[in-house]
């Protein structure tokens, strides 16, 4: 009983047991997360959508399945490389000459029609002109009057030229007479035989002959001296007089348009009856002594394009050579022009107009890492494309860098070797696909 009793009791504590069961009423605060704990539960929070992204979708983004027969593959290859550019030039005469109008008037008479062969001053319109055929005729008047008068005025300078002769002639026979006079009277005075005064009066009519020469036969020589100016003077008034006729029936002339040259009448713009201006341009003669080519070229190429470089054309099955003869310094539009003509033998029957694809050389031959030209470079812009593996299953994405280029290779200037199998197909429908896997056919 008494150890049943003892058990029972309530077992003593210690004091210091005893003292916290007494403080049951106090309240306890709460202790804060450290900063270092809330970062890396804040960084693990959001790195797990981040790797569930990447464990989801990485495979979807980075990899296309293809199939080939969709694909362009290109092998790159060690080759001779040279720089040309397509260019498109039209076949032209190498020289035209132009028919305009030089008096206006209304077409008359037309002689010729376009693809005539003309010669030189074969006549081809007639104009008539009213107004300036009365003009002319009205100036042609009053030159023949000038004309005339010059005559008239030449003619009595003539006669005023014979009559000082003539004074000076009698002048001169009068000094004959009178000297002679005078010495036999003064023969006759040393006899005695005639007066002192009559001896006086020969003397002063010798001496007053002699004068008279004298002053006539300088005024003759300046009468001269002024007749030969106004000689010039009017030869040069006749020439002036005779060079405005020649020009006013050369306006009349005008009004029938003759051949310059002799070829190929190859256009002719004028109708019967229709009203043409001065200067107005009425056809055109083509030379028949070869031809050229015209063709624009983007001024890109401005810098790069020289006279004397040549290009290529096929023909009917045939290659010809064109060389560069003249660049023409204008830009218009974005281009320049150029003209070309044909270095050795010339293609059989061609025609003004014709078109011609020429491949213009920019360079000379050289060895060069190549590739094809394909649709990726307008996705890419020569940056990247995909090289297929050595397994030949996928194609990966690879940075390289091109160069130069001509409408068949682009030069490879890095990322690529000879051997390396290229897609060079369009890349519009991939995006930032890392990886083309080719299906299994």
């Given at each position: ?21 007494n ?194 036969s300088?005024s ?6 002024l007749?030969?100016l ?40 004028a109708e ?59 830009v ?52 990247w ?31 690529l070797?000879?051997?390396d ?21």
């Amino acid at each position: 009983m008494d150890t049943l009793r003892t058990s029972a009791e309530p077992k003593k504590m210690p004091p210091s047991d005893l003292a916290a069961t007494n403080g049951m009423d106090r309240r306890i605060e709460k202790q804060p997360w450290p900063p270092k704990r809330i970062a890396r539960y804040a960084a693990a929070a959001m790195g797990l959508p981040l790797l569930a992204y990447l464990l989801l979708f990485k495979e979807s983004v980075t990899r296309l399945n293809v199939s080939m027969e969709r694909l362009t593959i290109a092998t790159v290859e060690l080759a001779a490389f040279q720089e040309f550019i397509p260019v498109i030039g039209t076949i032209e005469p190498r020289r035209t000459v132009f028919l305009d109008a030089v008096s206006g008037g209304r077409v008359a008479i037309r002689y010729l029609e376009s693809g005539a062969l003309v010669e030189i001053g074969d006549p081809i319109l007639k104009l008539d002109n009213f107004d300036l055929q009365l003009r002319v005729s009205t100036q042609e008047t009053l030159l023949l009057e000038q004309q005339n008068n010059l005559h008239n005025t030449r003619m009595a300078m003539e006669q005023n030229r014979i009559r000082l002769q003539g004074q000076v002639d009698e002048a001169r026979y009068q000094v004959v007479q009178s000297r002679r006079t005078f010495e036999q009277n003064m023969k006759l005075a040393e006899k005695g035989l005639i007066s002192k005064l009559e001896l006086a009066v020969s003397r002063e009519d010798y001496e007053y002959q002699a004068g008279r020469r004298d002053l006539l036969s300088l005024s003759f020589r300046q009468d001269s001296l002024l007749q030969s100016l106004q000689r010039v003077q009017m030869d040069n008034s006749e020439q002036r007089i005779l060079a405005n006729m020649e020009m006013l029936r050369q306006a009349l002339e005008n009004l029938v348009i003759r051949a310059p040259v002799a070829g190929q009448l190859t256009s002719l713009d004028a109708e019967i009856g229709e009203s043409k201006s001065a200067g107005q341009r009425m056809g055109r003669i083509d030379v028949l002594d070869g031809h050229r080519v015209q063709a624009p070229i983007d001024e890109f190429y401005i810098s790069r394009v020289r006279v004397g470089q040549t290009g290529e054309v096929d023909l009917a099955g045939e290659s010809f050579t064109l060389e560069i003869t003249k660049i023409y310094p204008e830009v218009l539009d974005g281009r320049f022009r150029i003209d070309l003509e044909f270095n050795g033998s010339v293609p059989p029957d061609i025609r003004r107009g014709q078109t011609l694809r020429i491949r213009l050389a920019l360079g000379n031959l050289s060895e060069a890492v190549l590739l094809a030209r394909g649709g990726f470079f307008q996705s890419t812009g020569g940056r990247w494309a995909y090289v297929v593996d050595a397994a030949g299953s996928a194609a990966v994405r690879r940075e390289i860098k091109l160069g130069r280029q001509n409408p068949l290779h682009f030069e490879v200037l890095e990322g690529l070797a000879p051997g390396d199998r290229v897609v060079i197909s369009s890349y519009d429908n991939y995006g930032d696909i890392q990886q083309l896997v080719f299906k299994q056919q």
